[in-house]
T-cell receptor
Framework: GENVEQHPSTLSVQEGDSAVIKCTYSDSASNYFPWYKQELGKRPQLIIDIRSNVGEKKDQRIAVTLNKTAKHFSLHITETQPEDSAVYFCAANIPNTGNQFYFGTGTSLTVIP | ETGVTQTPRHLVMGMTNKKSLKCEQHLGHNAMYWYKQSAKKPLELMFVYSLEERVENNSVPSRFSPECPNSSHLFLHLHTLQPEDSALYLC????????????????FGEGSRLTVL
């Protein structure tokens, strides 16, 4: 099955700085890569996603890049704010195996005011 | 009503008990999932039902038994659990590619916090 690795496991940045979280995947059949944010005690929620036919996608302060050849994708958050503090999960989706989603181990982001 | 609803939100059970977790989705999706979330571990995919058919997952102990009576409801039956099974159990739903509407997004419930004594 798919193996998704995520780094770093913890990340602390000063407010206003940028944060970058990186993930790699193993199965070339994966074609959809969402990122989820989970605040303490709450459900994971989708913040941005990218499909395999696109190299980069941006939504305000959040961007995701995908390198299919190297099988890695990254989340970039610019101008970080304290409310960005949460655990972020990357995932890879294989559509032809029951639409399964495989998650990374998570990155705990702390934005220091 | 929220998109994906889970009950109960909290459950404490002994190792000899039998209990069930319930999940209901109101999004018209055709795939439902159970994930286990433990501290400092990735979200572990336990079971997938896609178009009401179960996708086998051999790594899940038989003390966990899923049931999907229709595309809107999903259960996780629990029996003779171990303390290490204590975790947050998250239900999720999505739309299988090729079926409308298809955003690909996985919608999670709030989770059921299970404690096994």
């Amino acid at each position: 099955g798919e193996n998704v690795e995520q780094h770093p496991s913890t990340l602390s940045v000063q407010e206003g700085d940028s944060a970058v979280i990186k993930c790699t995947y193993s199965d070339s059949a994966s074609n959809y890569f969402p990122w989820y944010k989970q605040e303490l005690g709450k459900r994971p929620q989708l913040i941005i996603d990218i499909r395999s036919n696109v190299g980069e996608k941006k939504d305000q302060r959040i961007a995701v890049t995908l390198n299919k050849t190297a099988k890695h994708f990254s989340l970039h958050i610019t101008e970080t704010q304290p409310e960005d503090s949460a655990v972020y999960f990357c995932a890879a989706n294989i559509p032809n195996t029951g639409n399964q989603f495989y998650f990374g181990t998570g990155t705990s982001l702390t934005v220091i005011p | 009503e929220t998109g994906v609803t889970q009950t109960p939100r909290h459950l404490v059970m002994g190792m000899t008990n039998k209990k069930s977790l319930k999940c209901e989705q109101h999004l018209g999706h055709n795939a439902m999932y159970w994930y286990k979330q433990s501290a400092k571990k990735p979200l572990e995919l336990m079971f997938v039902y896609s178009l009401e058919e179960r996708v086998e997952n051999n790594s899940v102990p038989s003390r966990f038994s899923p049931e999907c009576p229709n595309s809107s409801h999903l259960f996780l039956h629990l029996h003779t659990l171990q303390p290490e099974d204590s975790a947050l159990y998250l239900c999720a739903s999505s739309q299988v590619p090729g079926h409308t509407p298809n955003t690909g997004e996985l919608f999670f419930g709030e989770g059921s916090r299970l404690t096994v004594l």
